[in-house]
């Protein structure tokens, strides 16, 4: 009876060993999440197209081909989406805290529903045979590679009033955009699912993927755009948080190596939302 009970508690002892450090990861991250709510999530009308396809790119030296396959079921696309719109921010102390807020909750949620992209990265850092920053450029270059899609929180007209940006945008350059979403941002299961993103979207997708792989990642936003901060020797830009530096990895599109950041953005830069390996 003793060398039983003394066995079960080696072996729970063992399974806390294991999952100790994720506990203990999410615990400073969960204080961002005091002022976020989800009201009674609504079900689709109907249970929308899974989808799946083959994604191909180049790393960013257009000499190393990728491939993955990508999968999401209309179930996972449903809860994501209602989640989304059933999420509310009810206290923030500033843009950034509401920020933050808004993209935990969507990487905490859609983390159980990423679990097919997360095995197709991990054999494709086993075949292509990786090292530690090839696998993450595989992962940048992939989220880069996805055309950009401004996703707005608005109506089109809407935010033809806000500014210089959105004109240019909308009604001169006539570059695509989706309208009325809540947050103005698509969750990482929907960003797989449509392949539309702007740069908060691919950025919450890049964090979800680095971090389940170990990476130290930080999202940095400035007043208008968001960026992947990422501890990884560089040159260039880079944000310094808790005596760790951190380059910064535009996502937006193809080509952008790590630490080169376009003039506009080099200025207030913010530490959104910090790294799950700061322990």
């Known amino acids: 009876m003793i060398r039983s009970f003394i066995f079960v508690f080696l072996v729970l002892g063992l399974l806390f060993t294991l999952i100790a450090p994720e506990l203990i990861q999410f615990a400073d991250i969960q204080k961002t999440l005091l002022g976020s709510t989800v009201q009674e999530k609504t079900s689709c009308d109907s249970l929308p197209s ?7 790119w180049y790393d960013l030296s257009q000499e190393q081909a990728f491939e993955v396959n990508v999968s999401v079921t209309g179930e996972n696309l449903c809860e994501s989406t209602s989640y989304r719109d059933a999420l509310e921010i009810s206290t923030w102390k500033d843009d950034y805290d509401y920020w933050r807020q808004v993209y935990v909750s969507l990487i905490q949620f859609d983390k159980p529903k990423m679990q097919a992209i997360f095995r197709q990265f991990a054999k ?10 090839e696998f993450a450029e595989a992962v940048i270059t992939f989220t880069q590679n996805i055309p950009y899609v401004l996703v707005l929180n608005k109506s089109a007209k809407e935010a ?18 989706i309208e009325n979403v809540k947050h103005g941002i698509h969750s990482p299961i929907e960003f797989l699912h449509t392949q539309k993103g702007d740069c908060d979207t691919r950025t919450i997708f890049a964090y979800s993927v680095l971090s389940y792989f170990g990476y130290d990642v930080v999202i940095v936003n400035t007043a208008a755009h968001s960026m992947l901060g ?8 880079s944000i310094t948080h808790h005596g760790k530096k951190y380059y910064l990895w535009e996502v937006t599109q193809p080509g952008w190596i790590l630490g080169m950041v376009s003039p506009e953005h080099q200025q207030n830069q913010h530490i959104c939302v910090p790294s799950l390996h700061e322990h």
């Not at 494709?124 to 920053?133: M, Q």
């Not at 033809?160 to 955009?177: A, M, S, T, V, W």
């Open 230 to 237: 990422i501890n990884l020797p560089g040159h260039g830009s």
């Open 50 to 56: 899974s989808a799946a396809y083959q994604q191909a």
């Open 124 to 133: 494709l850092r086993t075949e292509k045979k990786l090292g530690y920053a």
């Open 160 to 177: 033809l009033e806000d500014g210089e940006f959105y004109r240019n945008y909308i009604e001169i350059e006539q570059r695509p955009y």
